[in-house]
């Protein structure tokens, strides 16, 4: 919330994208340049479809 506050929305959706890739570097199982392996664990299933739909809903 304090970033949307003070920062342009442009900067928020970019910092907002880098830290779902943070996420998920972190938290998911996938092979280099295979996107068919990429999996989240059951607890961060829906973070994504989350985050894909807040970005979209402006």
Same mark, same amino acid.
């Given at each position: 919330?304090?970033? #949307?506050?003070? &920062?342009?929305?442009?900067?928020?959706?970019?910092? $907002?994208?880098?830290?779902?890739?943070?996420?998920? /570097?972190?938290? #998911?199982?996938? &092979?280099?340049?295979?996107?068919?392996?990429?999996? $989240?664990?059951?607890?961060?299933?829906?973070?994504? /479809?989350?985050?894909?739909?807040?970005?979209?809903?402006?």
């Amino acid at each position: 919330v304090y970033r #949307a506050d003070t &920062e342009e929305g442009s900067d928020v959706l970019r910092w $907002l994208d880098k830290m779902l890739i943070r996420l998920c /570097q972190k938290f #998911a199982v996938y &092979e280099k340049d295979n996107p068919g392996s990429f999996q $989240l664990t059951d607890t961060f299933t829906l973070y994504p /479809q989350f985050m894909y739909h807040l970005r979209r809903s402006q």
